[in-house]
């Protein structure tokens, strides 16, 4: 047998055949694939200077909590962004939305609230419900990936 192209279709075509036999059909990362690693860099992306702002008591441009909210608020929504783009305009499953919602009223307070006695306090709850649902999303995808059915929708 001849092997007719370029070098790297022959390899790429290797890695296929590979991906079949381990159950990874279909294209190499899927748009939910994709949503999901775009929502996990954000997370982490918030994950870290909030790690640093805890050990060193701030980070350059997040010195207090108002900075922290704001910068998690923006991240925080383009990784719900990510996730419900990734689903395929289908949408998240309730508990998702939910806990983002919640996520998101108590960023909103925190941002509100930052120069209050118990700033910190909502950080924190912020910081733990962001970390929740983003968890419960990618749970949600893996388990749904592994046949476990489909959730129920919040879209409709």
């Known amino acids: 047998m001849v092997a007719v192209g370029t070098g790297a279709e022959t390899v790429l075509g290797r890695w296929a055949s590979d991906a079949v036999g381990l159950g990874l ?18 997370v982490a992306a918030i994950a870290v200077p909030y ?4 050990l060193y008591g701030g980070m350059p441009y997040l010195q ?25 305009g289908v949408g998240l499953a309730r508990a998702e939305v939910a806990i983002a919602t ?4 108590i960023g909103i307070t925190t941002l509100i609230l930052a120069e209050s006695s118990f700033a ?11 970390f929740v649902a983003w968890l419960i999303v ?7 990936g592994a046949g476990f059915g ?6 409709g």
């Open 25 to 42: 059909e279909g294209p190499a990362m899927s748009r939910g694939m994709f949503g999901d690693v775009v929502a996990t860099v954000a």
């Open 51 to 54: 790690a640093g702002y805890l």
């Open 64 to 88: 207090d909590p108002r900075g922290m909210a704001a910068m998690a608020l923006v991240l925080g929504g383009v990784a719900f962004a990510a996730a419900w783009w990734g689903t395929g």
């Open 102 to 105: 919640l996520a998101l009223a």
């Open 120 to 130: 910190g306090s909502l950080l924190a709850a912020f910081m733990a419900t962001g």
């Open 138 to 144: 990618i749970l949600n995808h893996v388990l749904r």
């Open 150 to 155: 489909e959730p129920r929708r919040a879209s």
